[in-house]
């Protein structure tokens, strides 16, 4: 490709609203477009980007056993209601009506429709295993877009599903499907760490997450610093700081003016947070859509509410916040709220911190008061004792209990979830096992964004310059700079014929042709990120040689002309070999 005919120009300037290193290089590289918030257009670029990205995956889920389909982007919301997820998916699933009135949905994942498409198509165990995968458009209504391709409301997205008859074969297609993300992840240069994971909306036994550490990601995990323990904090479990071994003392009120926080009510107390109970409300809605109704959960002092667990805790419903005004309505007072002789409309949840810790300082229910030695089982019982709280740096491995928990920050690459018969149950899918009898498959899915991995392989392979693309998935194999082709004839026809042989090699080439200055053609190599840059000039030409300099670093070195493609080539292939 000659860069006078490729589309799409550099920037020279960050644009304003890029929150990302991968977001401003995209940008400013001519790879992608905003059209509006969390759309994007991909420009010559960045869709060789994304297809070199699309090459691999497709390589790895055959090599696992998968079959590619098509599935549609419309679905009849029915599909939805059916399995629940309508409500589960709330605003962020896209919503339509055809013009004979049938509400529709634009796909976010297409858990409902491959089921479907399963259970027409096999109907015997001889039809099992199956792994069905697509590399198709999916959109999500998401209320705040962010970094670039990181976080968007319409994006290409790889699933895929499995069925199989029974469990121990769903572990079998699930392994499959784990190390395929791996290679996929080491393929395209984007290092990440399996953490377990909440399964959310999509459901299911278990899932894990493929996460790319970065500052700018959206999600935390926590990592043993001693075992291979890792988790999303939205799943991770944790040891929880023992407490005092006592005998539960008297009740006893103690006077707490203007004292509303735990952190200000340990101070005045004198106390460690650990030796207080934290009260925090919510409002949930029913799945059925009843009404919403009160949640009063409870976590010691020094732990906080984990609001992912308690929702699943709470069966899946939904959470917000109560607002004061709920709080009197409920029978409760702001900031001072007991646990004890709690209205029974209101269902109260504690942690499994709460049994375990004796005499705890709680609320008493009435402004400017609390209560000494409250104790769960004797002043008061939760509806539901479960693990609410969230895990953080320094609390101890659930594994091996002798290492500590470590934070970080991450953007998920990947998802891998046991379905089960979330799925195949509800919409009754059955085939007939070797004995004969009907059985319900279980399922297995599978997840990748590729525009993460496109943004994701930025932020991991960057510098000030631009981007330093992963030999793998690079638009093209090498830069070929040509200077001062306006003036000098023969660095030009040197530079056409180098374009040629390479070209006829079977490298893929990008040419700067242009009748630029040599600063602008070096920064947009730079900025640009091909791995491999070859410059012609004058003074090379009459050397006999040209100049070979590596993007990702490295001093450049003078290759005599002769030799210019074969080095190409085995650096390249060095440099292929190094991702596998």
Same mark, same amino acid.
């Given at each position: 490709?000659?860069?006078?005919?490729?589309?799409?120009?550099?920037?020279?300037?960050?644009?304003?609203?890029?929150?990302?290193?991968?977001?401003?290089?995209?940008?400013?590289?001519?790879?992608?477009?905003?059209?509006?918030?969390?759309?994007?257009?991909?420009?010559?670029?960045?869709?060789?980007?994304?297809?070199?990205?699309?090459?691999?995956?497709?390589?790895?889920?055959?090599?696992?056993?998968?079959?590619?389909?098509?599935?549609?982007?419309?679905?009849?919301?029915?599909?939805?209601?059916?399995?629940?997820?309508?409500?589960?998916?709330?605003?962020?699933?896209?919503?339509?009506?055809?013009?004979?009135?049938?509400?529709?949905?634009?796909?976010?994942?297409?858990?409902?429709?491959?089921?479907?498409?399963?259970?027409?198509?096999?109907?015997?165990?001889?039809?099992?295993?199956?792994?069905?995968?697509?590399?198709?458009?999916?959109?999500?209504?998401?209320?705040?877009?962010?970094?670039?391709?990181?976080?968007?409301?319409?994006?290409?997205?790889?699933?895929?599903?499995?069925?199989?008859?029974?469990?121990?074969?769903?572990?079998?297609?699930?392994?499959?499907?784990?190390?395929?993300?791996?290679?996929?992840?080491?393929?395209?240069?984007?290092?990440?760490?399996?953490?377990?994971?909440?399964?959310?909306?999509?459901?299911?036994?278990?899932?894990?997450?493929?996460?790319?550490?970065?500052?700018?990601?959206?999600?935390?995990?926590?990592?043993?610093?001693?075992?291979?323990?890792?988790?999303?904090?939205?799943?991770?479990?944790?040891?929880?700081?023992?407490?005092?071994?006592?005998?539960?003392?008297?009740?006893?009120?103690?006077?707490?003016?203007?004292?509303?926080?735990?952190?200000?009510?340990?101070?005045?107390?004198?106390?460690?947070?650990?030796?207080?109970?934290?009260?925090?409300?919510?409002?949930?809605?029913?799945?059925?859509?009843?009404?919403?109704?009160?949640?009063?959960?409870?976590?010691?002092?020094?732990?906080?509410?984990?609001?992912?667990?308690?929702?699943?805790?709470?069966?899946?419903?939904?959470?917000?916040?109560?607002?004061?005004?709920?709080?009197?309505?409920?029978?409760? @007072? !702001?900031?001072? /709220? =007991?646990?004890?002789?709690?209205?029974? %409309?209101?269902?109260?949840? &504690?942690?499994?911190?709460?049994? *375990?810790?004796?005499?705890?300082?709680?609320?008493?229910?009435?402004?400017?008061?609390?209560?000494?030695?409250?104790?769960?089982?004797?002043?008061?019982?939760?509806?539901?004792?479960?693990?609410?709280?969230?895990?953080?740096?320094?609390?101890?491995?659930?594994?091996?209990?002798?290492?500590?928990?470590?934070?970080?920050?991450?953007?998920?690459?990947?998802?891998?979830?046991?379905?089960?018969?979330?799925?195949?149950?509800?919409?009754?899918?059955?085939?007939?096992?070797?004995?004969?009898?009907?059985?319900?498959?279980?399922?297995?899915?599978?997840?990748?964004?590729?525009?993460?991995?496109?943004?994701?392989?930025?932020?991991?392979?960057?510098?000030?310059?631009? @981007? !330093?693309?992963? /030999? =793998?998935?690079?638009?093209?194999?090498? %830069?070929?700079?040509?200077? &001062?082709?306006?003036?000098?004839? *023969?660095?030009?026809?040197?530079?056409?014929?180098?374009?040629?042989?390479?070209?006829?090699?079977?490298?893929?080439?990008?040419?700067?042709?242009?009748?630029?200055?040599?600063?602008?053609?070096?920064?947009?190599?730079?900025?640009?990120?091909?791995?491999?840059?070859?410059?012609?000039?004058?003074?090379?030409?009459?050397?006999?040689?040209?100049?070979?300099?590596?993007?990702?670093?490295?001093?450049?070195?003078?290759?005599?002309?002769?030799?210019?493609?074969?080095?190409?080539?085995?650096?390249?292939?060095?440099?292929?070999?190094?991702?596998?």
């Amino acid at each position: 490709m000659r860069m006078s005919r490729l589309f799409g120009r550099t920037l020279r300037e960050v644009p304003g609203d890029a929150e990302t290193a991968s977001h401003a290089l995209l940008l400013r590289g001519g790879y992608i477009d905003q059209l509006m918030a969390g759309v994007y257009s991909y420009l010559p670029l960045g869709w060789r980007v994304e297809r070199k990205v699309e090459r691999i995956i497709r390589e790895e889920m055959d090599a696992a056993g998968g079959q590619e389909v098509r599935l549609p982007v419309i679905q009849p919301i029915e599909l939805w209601e059916r399995t629940g997820r309508k409500q589960a998916m709330g605003d962020v699933l896209f919503q339509l009506i055809d013009r004979r009135e049938r509400p529709l949905a634009l796909g976010p994942t297409h858990e409902e429709v491959v089921t479907q498409l399963f259970d027409r198509h096999a109907s015997s165990y001889r039809d099992l295993p199956v792994t069905l995968y697509q590399i198709q458009t999916k959109f999500r209504d998401e209320a705040r877009p962010r970094g670039g391709l990181v976080r968007v409301r319409e994006f290409t997205m790889k699933d895929a599903y499995s069925f199989d008859v029974d469990e121990r074969g769903l572990d079998a297609s699930y392994d499959a499907m784990f190390h395929a993300y791996r290679r996929i992840f080491a393929r395209c240069g984007v290092p990440t760490v399996a953490v377990e994971a909440d399964s959310g909306a999509i459901g299911g036994k278990g899932s894990q997450e493929f996460i790319f550490v970065t500052d700018t990601g959206d999600d935390t995990i926590v990592v043993c610093d001693a075992c291979d323990y890792a988790a999303n904090t939205e799943k991770a479990e944790f040891v929880r700081p023992p407490a005092a071994a006592e005998e539960p003392l008297p009740l006893e009120p103690v006077a707490t003016p203007g004292i509303t926080t735990i952190e200000d009510l340990a101070r005045f107390l004198g106390i460690d947070p650990a030796r207080t109970a934290k009260a925090v409300l919510f409002v949930a809605k029913a799945k059925d859509g009843a009404p919403e109704h009160p949640v009063f959960a409870v976590v010691r002092g020094d732990l906080a509410v984990n609001e992912v667990k308690l929702v699943n805790a709470l069966g899946g419903r939904e959470i917000r916040p109560m607002l004061d005004a709920e709080v009197a309505e409920h029978g409760l @007072v !702001a900031g001072y /709220a =007991s646990p004890i002789d709690a209205p029974r %409309h209101v269902h109260v949840i &504690a942690d499994l911190s709460i049994p *375990a810790s004796p005499n705890l300082v709680a609320g008493a229910n009435r402004v400017g008061e609390h209560l000494r030695n409250v104790n769960h089982g004797r002043d008061w019982s939760a509806a539901t004792v479960a693990d609410i709280a969230l895990a953080r740096d320094e609390h101890r491995c659930p594994r091996c209990e002798g290492g500590t928990l470590r934070t970080a920050r991450g953007i998920e690459m990947g998802h891998v979830f046991r379905l089960g018969t979330t799925y195949t149950k509800p919409m009754e899918a059955r085939v007939l096992a070797a004995d004969g009898k009907p059985v319900t498959p279980v399922m297995g899915c599978y997840g990748i964004g590729l525009g993460r991995i496109v943004a994701a392989a930025v932020e991991a392979h960057h510098d000030e310059q631009g @981007v !330093a693309w992963p /030999a =793998s998935i690079a638009p093209y194999d090498v %830069h070929l700079v040509g200077l &001062a082709l306006d003036r000098d004839a *023969a660095v030009r026809e040197d530079a056409e014929r180098l374009y040629a042989e390479l070209t006829e090699a079977g490298l893929e080439v990008l040419y700067d042709d242009r009748e630029e200055s040599p600063g602008v053609k070096f920064n947009d190599a730079d900025l640009l990120g091909m791995p491999l840059r070859l410059t012609v000039s004058s003074r090379n030409l009459k050397g006999g040689a040209v100049e070979l300099q590596r993007r990702a670093g490295g001093a450049a070195e003078t290759v005599a002309r002769a030799d210019a493609v074969a080095r190409v080539r085995a650096l390249r292939e060095e440099m292929m070999g190094a991702l596998i």
